[in-house]
């Protein structure tokens, strides 16, 4: 079978999006109150293991991958860093090395980018980004299914991103530019995405807005999205808390979006922080669905990954 690395979106690009897409919506409606261990029907990924590696704390990474091996008839295994050779200074080229003897494909959890492409070039494996500080490529996919699930269409949707211009934002704006939709991002001062992602979203014909003002990036969005202000390892607490005020989604700002628009967020929430709990526990809210199809949506990047779509 072939070996696609998944570190990005656009290792896959926009036809294999959005097969990836069609695959999960097929996949979740098969398994309508099925027993949630039991195997699809055709169970493609019979006998095969996913290696699951994690520099970082995950709940949603770290059951929904290994759910959605089980679901596709495979199995997975966890890899502390703390508790394997890498936290006692095994290089990720002789990690890499070594996995691909064992596994079939690995899924890493981590912090600099780097790393996971150094355990990608090594690796005869595919390699699945399940975060870095870069991106959060499996994070989105599971947001664009979870949009499409409210009937939406990716093709010219607006969406709006209010607070700190980190990893899922870049992978935001590259799935923009990949799908054809538009991204008001609203971040205070110094907090800006990196730019090679905001250029790439716009030379693929997205519109990309930055602006100070959450109003202006609500209003008439189909789509509002935050996250955490402060994201792990980060210290520098009080001055970002102090500038992220403004743009948290409350009530008032929801109301400027369209009537029927969705509140996302890849959780953990910090509720009473980037949102209120009014609009947390809304009707508009998400957030529970778009955890949910972390399982759908990393079983189809999965198969992709190895080749079967």
């Known amino acids: ?140 996919v599971a947001d664009l299914l979870t949009i499409e699930e409210q009937g939406k269409s990716l093709a010219g949707l607006e969406l709006a991103w209010l607070g700190d211009g980190n990893n899922v934002l870049h992978s935001v704006l590259e799935a923009a530019g990949l799908l054809g939709f538009n991204v008001r991002v609203a971040v205070p001062q110094g907090y800006e995405p990196e730019s090679a992602f905001v250029e790439m979203a716009r030379a693929a014909g997205s519109k990309v807005t930055l602006t100070r003002d959450a109003a202006e990036a609500a209003g008439g969005a189909d789509i509002v999205v935050t996250d955490t202000w402060v994201s792990m390892g980060q210290d520098h607490a009080p001055n970002k808390l102090a500038a992220m005020a403004p743009f948290q989604v409350d009530a008032r700002l929801m109301a400027l979006a369209k009537p029927d628009a969705s509140f996302l967020h890849c959780l953990p929430a910090h509720v009473g922080e980037e949102v209120t709990e009014e609009v947390f526990e809304s009707d508009q809210s998400v957030v529970f669905d778009e955890a949910e199809n972390r399982i759908h949506a990393q079983k189809s990047v999965l198969l992709w990954s190895l080749g079967l779509l």
Do not use: Y
Request: hydrophobic share 45%.
């Open 1 to 140: 079978m072939a070996c696609r690395h998944f570190l990005d979106l656009s290792d896959a690009g926009p036809a294999a999006l959005r097969a990836m897409l069609a695959d999960a919506h097929i996949r979740k409606a098969a398994r309508r109150d099925w027993p949630k261990g039991k195997p699809d029907a055709d169970a493609p990924l019979a006998g095969h293991v996913l290696a699951m590696i994690f520099e970082k704390n995950s709940t949603r990474t770290r059951v929904s991958f290994d759910m959605a091996m089980r679901q596709l008839g495979g199995t997975a295994l966890i890899m502390d860093a703390g508790t394997t050779q890498l936290g006692r200074g095994e290089s990720l080229a002789d990690t890499a090395r070594v996995l691909s003897r064992m596994v079939d494909a690995i899924m890493i959890r981590t912090d600099d980018h780097a790393k996971i492409e150094e355990l990608a070039r090594h690796s005869t494996v595919p390699v699945i980004n399940g975060l870095t500080d870069r991106s959060h490529p499996c994070q989105i």
